[in-house]
């Protein structure tokens, strides 16, 4: 296929990492809790589903869920696109009430104790940290005894203001560009997009300082967003992220920092961490 | 300004990046030779520029160069659109023929000698190569006597079949995504786009296998591709890049790696290739 140049064509007998995946045990695929999964329905029927990740930032994903229950980001907007940065959304007003069941100032989760955090090491060296690793599925970097979820494309954060504990859930974002990892340890990371990312990615970009929309008709409304328990059962996403403790996920590591497809003419000999973002299927 | 929380307000007395560009001398901006700039206009009135680098795939961008001059590009399109990886564009149809003047099966130029590369050294280490740094303007990696250019975001190469030597340049891609540094010395990198390359990555993501679009109504039309040399004065781009042997890049990489902006609590320490891309400034 001529000119269909990035794709994966395997050479008889190498593995490409679809390949990989398609050979997993069924237990090398993790199922997440409903109660972990945010679903955000945006105008145009775009739906973005995020895994949250409360062993990082328990008392910002407490706030998360708190809001989705209370359907506080319902009528809300994408407000803002910045190129090869993040997408924002929630409440630019900084004006809706929360509700009583949220922290108004939550402490700084930009790190946690490593103890406690299983990770399974990255084989290969990191720009920004000693040690990076996958946990739990989560792209995690390690350093004299803390740990801390890593800027990967379709992290997820929470928006703050220049005080460390401003930001309480009211806005999020979620990166759509090359790592910005300058911002580990600096805001709160809570979870990725799992799917749909594209609903938010392929957005116009804001012509405002920062890529905010310039006028409020360019926001795109969310219609709802939900946490999956709240679903009913036929309307929950059915996925699975590739635990990263596997055998499954350190083969398709190792695929990828060597390929051996048709096209490849060179092995990199390496993958950096975010370009190792656990996979995950839909559908099942 | 609470939630704008990834812009950037200095600190009294401490530098930004935005600062540091700021007290550039006019000498720290190169000016590229229009003939060297490749101005592509798409339908909707999107306009995007693309600096070429013939000094690393000579062969592949004098083919670039001899296509835009016999007009060949026009009323093709862009027909790829995948999330977190490429945005592709030329014949899809591989039927057009090339103009005389073009090499059918350019030799694979996916690396050079470093000899003749005036490599200033990043200051921080690489994921895939010993040695990473920046040489006119373009980030580079170095290794064994070879050195090539690196898939950062907004890189563009050429597009080709299995065969390393089938890219002619009548289909070529841009980086939207993470750097897909994996292909890196397995394709030709041949520039990258210095404006308007949201242009490109706010179009929806195709629906086929690897981002194709699945209908030719979908394709977004190709207006024209010229050579900026080629169009009247008043219509030439006006830009310039960030001269990287200069001390004013020095100083901004330094700055990019150590933030202390009012938002960041933690600076990074650390600023990867990919996260320090040559700016370019525009309109003058």
């Not at 994903?61 to 959304?89: M, P, S, T």
């Not at 996958?134 to 792209?139: K, N, Y």
Request: hydrophobic content about 45%.
């Amino acid at each position: 296929m001529l000119f269909a140049c990035l794709g994966a064509h395997a050479e008889a007998g190498s593995s490409t990492p679809a390949s990989v995946l398609a050979q997993a045990p069924a237990a090398a695929w993790m199922t997440p809790s409903p109660d972990d999964l945010l679903v955000m329905d945006l105008a145009g029927g775009r739906r973005v589903v995020i895994l949250l990740a409360p062993e990082f930032a328990p008392v910002h994903v407490a706030n998360i869920k708190a809001l989705a229950r209370a359907h506080w980001y319902d009528g809300l907007w994408i407000e803002r696109v910045q190129d090869n940065y993040v997408v924002q959304w929630g409440d630019p007003t900084e004006k809706k009430p929360l509700p009583a069941d949220t922290v108004a100032s939550p402490p700084p989760e930009f790190d946690r104790a490593a103890s406690g955090i299983a990770l399974s090491p990255h084989p290969f060296r990191d720009t920004f940290a000693e040690t990076v690793g996958f946990a739990s599925g989560w792209p995690v970097a390690e350093e004299g005894g803390r740990a801390w979820l890593t800027h990967c494309y379709g992290m997820v954060g929470v928006g703050r203001g220049n005080a460390p504990s401003t930001g309480n859930g009211g806005e999020l974002y979620a990166v759509i560009g090359h790592a910005p990892r300058a911002l580990d340890r600096n805001i709160a990371l809570v979870g990725r997009v799992v799917t749909g990312i594209e609903g938010m990615t392929a957005l116009p970009r804001g012509s405002e300082a920062m890529g905010f929309y310039k006028t409020e008709a360019e926001r795109l409304p969310i219609v709802r967003i939900r946490l999956a328990s709240e679903l009913a059962a036929a309307d929950r996403p059915r996925l699975r992220v590739l635990d990263t403790s596997s055998a499954t996920f350190a083969a398709w590591v190792k695929v990828r920092a060597n390929r051996k497809d048709d096209f490849y003419v060179r092995p990199a000999g390496a993958i950096d961490l975010c370009g190792a973002v656990p996979p995950v299927k839909e559908g099942e």
